[in-house]
């Protein structure tokens, strides 16, 4: 899957892309939604690398308490 190849910095471009396409006064309710949409799944897969990254790191340090 592409999206998944993607690195966290260009997902985050993207997700700020997004952001000023839906501040633009030229966007319509339907692309607004179409883009939330697209963010968010963007947003899940950024939160989804992160906990992975997270894990490892306490596997790294010997912590496997989850807080």
Same mark, same amino acid.
């Given at each position: 899957?592409?999206?998944?190849? $993607?690195?966290?910095? $260009?997902?985050? #471009? *993207? %997700?700020?892309?997004?952001?000023?396409?839906? #501040?633009?006064e030229e966007?319509?309710?339907?692309?607004?939604?179409? %883009?939330? *949409?697209?963010?968010?799944?963007?947003?899940?897969?950024?939160? #989804?690398?992160?906990?992975k990254v997270?894990? $490892?790191?306490?596997?790294?340090?010997?912590?496997?308490?989850?807080?």
């Amino acid at each position: 899957m592409a999206a998944e190849s $993607k690195s966290l910095e $260009k997902s985050f #471009d *993207e %997700l700020n892309d997004i952001i000023l396409k839906m #501040d633009s006064e030229e966007c319509s309710l339907e692309e607004s939604f179409k %883009l939330y *949409e697209k963010g968010m799944k963007l947003v899940k897969q950024c939160n #989804d690398k992160i906990d992975k990254v997270e894990k $490892k790191i306490n596997i790294i340090e010997g912590n496997t308490d989850n807080d």
